[in-house]
């Protein structure tokens, strides 16, 4: 199992509660972004710059991630892709993504992009708060504890 981090919206506190997670599982945490990220020091957690681009470190993730890994990100269409690999997808605010839900998250992404398109909706969703981030980190514990990890503690 590893755990990867679509890291380019990736809030700040999403990635403190996953690097105190890698760090206390001893699971893999792998961030990608097209930009260089800082990381804390630690032998479980690691940091990897994509070209510039659309979709790039999407697409870098979707092909990386294995069945039984965990994908962090706000991304759809990602989601989509990682969860019919047999992947686990976790938005940062708690929502998990898994085959009895993506078809119906993907297509009301579709319709709110027409509707943001076509000048009838605008902005995007409000910002991260306290119970997003405990959300978050309920739902990520609840998978760790079905899948146990390997480390010796």
């Known amino acids: 199992m590893q755990i990867?981090?679509?890291a380019d919206a990736c809030p700040n506190t999403i990635k403190d509660i996953l690097f105190r997670a890698a760090n206390r599982t001893g699971i893999p945490l792998t961030l990608v972004a097209n930009q260089h990220l800082k990381t804390?020091?630690?032998?479980?957690?690691k940091s990897i710059q994509v070209e510039k681009g659309f979709d790039v470190a999407d697409n870098y993730i979707a092909q990386q991630a294995q069945p039984g890994d965990i994908v962090i990100t706000a991304d759809?269409?990602?989601?989509?892709?990682?969860?019919a690999k047999g992947a686990?997808?976790?938005?940062p605010r708690g929502t998990l993504?898994?085959?009895?839900?993506?078809?119906?998250?993907?297509?009301?992404?579709?319709?709110?992009?027409?509707?943001?398109?076509?000048g009838q909706v605008s902005g995007g969703p409000p910002p991260l708060d306290n119970r997003d981030k405990?959300?978050?980190?309920?739902t990520l514990d609840r998978i760790l504890s079905k899948n146990p990890p390997l480390k010796n503690t």
């Open 76 to 83: 759809i269409p990602l989601a989509a892709d990682i969860v």
């Open 40 to 45: 804390p020091p630690s032998q479980y957690i």
């Open 88 to 91: 686990i997808g976790i938005n």
């Open 4 to 6: 990867w981090v679509d």
């Open 97 to 118: 993504y898994d085959e009895r839900n993506i078809k119906q998250k993907l297509t009301m992404r579709n319709f709110m992009e027409e509707m943001r398109s076509t």
């Open 134 to 138: 405990q959300a978050f980190a309920n």
